[in-house]
T-cell receptor, first 115, second 109 residues
Framework: ETGVTQTPRHLVMGMTNKKSLKCEQHLGHNAMYWYKQSAKKPLELMFVYSLEERVENNSVPSRFSPECPNSSHLFLHLHTLQPEDSALYLC??????????????FGPGTRLTVL | RKEVEQDPGPFNVPEGATVAFNCTYSNSASQSFFWYRQDCRKEPKLLMSVYSSGNEDGRFTAQLNRASQYISLLIRDSKLSDSATYLCVVRENDYKLSFGAGTTVTVRA
């Protein structure tokens, strides 16, 4: 596979469930991102990992927990979510050279519905 | 105040028409600027970067006005396939991009 892949593509979960979103990039990039996109709202940056270290945590509630085991994989662990967390969750990757972050490539997203 | 503001539209135009729209950004220290395209229920994809001198890519022309803090996109000779939501994107720092909510363009036959 090429590019950025995400699984699952659709997820419906109850507020007491625990689930994980997975992202994998096949572009050889060294930075990965989680974004949230709610209807009619701008993409919101949630987390940034550069060289497998978290460099940004944009005041995201602790019910969202990221994990970056290596430069190709990124997870978002979900627990005790709220209905307002229903959204499209997009993963992206880019290549970092020094302090220069190049174009971000997005995965197809996971559409999450919290009941 | 939103970091990046766009007219949501929709802009409904006939094939072959020219359509143009702007976005404004609040951070005067923003480093670089882009237009992304997002098709319905798909991921955003980079359309073009925006340079201070203005730049063209085929039928698409982007302009940047740093003094007034706005960016524009013009599409000439619109095609049905241009129907999409266009996201104005501003790089705030090394790793952070701020996105507008998007301008929807619908090209009709």
């Amino acid at each position: 596979e090429t590019g950025v892949t995400q699984t699952p593509r659709h997820l419906v979960m109850g507020m007491t469930n625990k689930k994980s979103l997975k992202c994998e990039q096949h572009l050889g990039h060294n930075a990965m991102y989680w974004y949230k996109q709610s209807a009619k709202k701008p993409l919101e940056l949630m987390f940034v990992y550069s060289l497998e270290e978290r460099v940004e945590n944009n005041s995201v509630p602790s019910r969202f927990s990221p994990e970056c085991p290596n430069s190709s994989h990124l997870f978002l662990h979900l627990h005790t979510l709220q209905p307002e967390d229903s959204a499209l969750y997009l993963c992206a990757s880019s290549q970092v050279a020094g302090s220069s972050y190049n174009e971000q490539f997005f995965g197809p997203g996971t559409r999450l519905t919290v009941l | 105040r939103k970091e990046v503001e766009q007219d949501p539209g929709p802009f409904n135009v006939p094939e072959g028409a020219t359509v143009a729209f702007n976005c404004t950004y609040s951070n005067s220290a923003s480093q670089s600027f882009f237009w992304y395209r997002q098709d319905c229920r798909k991921e955003p994809k980079l359309l073009m970067s925006v340079y201070s001198s203005g730049n063209e890519d085929g039928r698409f022309t982007a302009q940047l006005n740093r003094a007034s803090q706005y960016i524009s996109l013009l599409i000439r000779d619109s095609k049905l396939s241009d129907s999409a939501t266009y996201l104005c994107v501003v790089r705030e720092n090394d790793y952070k991009l701020s996105f507008g909510a998007g301008t929807t363009v619908t090209v009709r036959a």
